[in-house]
């Protein structure tokens, strides 16, 4: 009976499921019924634009970014399903259903344990550590070890949602928000390791290219709708498309360059009331500490940088898939919503086009080495769902998630096949998580000292 309730929750989808997470989650901050019902609807109706947006983005990019591979005969021969395919994939394994409560138990461990300030109210995400685990479980045969692999995944989600509170809040203006899910968190680290790279190298610490300038510069010709616009163009020629279908293609980029920011804004209507109900509620029964909602990556890709980056992402993904040694999955399933993988690296870089382009090739050349690693386990995978069926020769690939370095690590610590491989990424990796944590750290003591001289000017001008 279990099984069957929470699989029928599932099968509602994120633009449902939220909302009545988010209307339950304010009734037991007290809110009003009318309130919470009000600030539910709100949250359902900006992630259906959302959906709607995204749906334009990839019925419009999909097709031409399939042209564009079979105009250049890029003979890849795994497809990336992307995480449309991975999802339903990960819902359908053995481990999925058992995920949820698991996952919710450690985060209220760790919000008791003070730990992390996450609340995580986004269920439908819960699938990102959930691959981990199932992915675990299928290399071992372990269902204990699966389960293992969905906490530490979940335990690395909520503290990168903690570690990068400081660019919801400052650079995507979401305060009281986390990100602790899927792409944008877990590659936000390679961003930070480039990022304090690039900060070591003289002149070319100096270069600065963002969005501001570009309006600034090209006036009206800067403006995002119109870069929309001329990135349409291109993907359009590189495509091989004709006029008629290359112009046709520009005008809907350029619509999603604008409709993106504004289906974002319903959402944020009705998450402020509940933040602030959230953290003045949480403060008093816990104390002191300032927590944070922890909501879907979506949010991220209102910001007009991460659309701009996101359109150059997707004809520099394919070329980087061509020319990065051992890989062999085709990005397909991903393109149309590559943000994901830049959003966070747009914010770490304050919005510098320069950075997010390095970073951004770093990222997906990893992303994609990864996926090719995975595919006889993310293979399996689809077998095990029934999405295809086992000896028919096809392989899958799964940029989102299939190509993380967490769920990479975990396989590999208790199933090692790619020594070199393993040794290399695992270190990497986990230098750039070290490096998230002391940036964190820093940014922690800057507003602690922030704090004390705001109450001592406050007491110096009291006792005037």
Request: glycine residues 10%.
């Amino acid at each position: 009976m279990f099984t069957e309730i929470m699989q029928y929750i599932l099968d509602l989808g994120p633009s449902v499921m939220l909302p009545i997470v988010i209307i339950l989650f304010s009734l037991s901050l007290r809110m009003k019924i009318g309130d919470a019902l009000k600030a539910g609807i709100h949250i359902g109706i900006g992630f259906v634009g959302i959906g709607l947006v995204v749906g334009l983005l990839t019925s419009s990019v999909g097709p031409a970014a399939q042209a564009m591979a079979e105009r250049f005969d890029i003979s890849l021969n795994v497809v990336d399903v992307g995480w449309p395919g991975a999802a339903p994939m990960t819902w359908a394994s053995q481990i999925a259903l058992v995920a949820i409560p698991i996952a919710i138990a450690v985060n209220i461990a760790m919000l008791l344990l003070r730990l992390t300030r996450v609340v995580n109210v986004d269920i439908w995400n819960i699938w990102h550590m959930t691959f981990s685990g199932a992915l675990v479980y299928i290399a071992t045969g372990s269902y204990w070890l699966g389960i293992a692999g969905v906490v530490v995944h979940a335990i690395i989600a909520y503290k990168l949602g903690d570690w990068f509170a400081k660019d919801t809040k400052d650079f995507f203006e979401l305060d009281g928000i986390a990100v602790p899910h899927g792409t944008s968190a877990y590659c936000g680290p390679i961003a930070v390791f480039v990022d304090a790279v690039i900060e070591k190298i003289p002149g070319i610490r100096k270069i600065n290219f963002n969005a501001v300038d570009m309006q600034k510069r090209f006036g009206a010709f800067g403006e995002p709708v119109t870069v929309g616009l001329f990135m349409g163009i291109l993907l359009g020629v590189l495509a091989g498309y004709g006029v008629k279908q290359t112009l046709q293609l520009a005008i809907q980029t350029a619509a999603v360059m604008l409709l993106m920011p504004r289906v974002i804004k319903p959402i944020m209507d009705g998450l402020t009331p509940i933040s602030k109900q959230a953290r003045k509620h949480l403060q008093s029964k816990f104390g002191g500490q300032d927590f944070l909602i922890g909501l879907d990556p979506a949010l991220l890709l209102g910001h007009s940088t991460v659309v701009s980056a996101s359109l150059i992402f997707i004809p520099l993904s394919i070329f980087i898939a061509i020319v990065l040694p051992g890989n062999e999955v085709l990005p397909f399933g991903d393109l149309a919503t590559i943000g994901f993988f830049i959003a966070m690296g747009v914010a770490i870089h304050q919005g510098n086009l320069f950075r997010i382009i390095i970073s951004g090739s770093i990222i997906i050349a990893i992303t994609l080495w990864i996926a090719t690693q995975m595919v006889p386990l993310t293979t399996q995978l689809a077998v095990n769902a029934g999405t295809i069926t086992a000896g028919n020769g096809i392989s899958v690939g799964a940029m989102d998630q299939g190509g993380s370095p967490i769920t990479y690590i975990l396989v590999q610590l208790v199933n090692l096949k790619q020594p070199i491989g393993f040794a290399c990424i695992g270190l990497f990796y986990l230098f750039c998580l070290f490096l998230t944590w002391q940036r964190a750290q820093k940014y922690k003591l800057l507003l602690k000292q922030q704090y004390v001289e705001g109450a001592n000017s406050a007491n110096s001008v009291n006792e005037q």
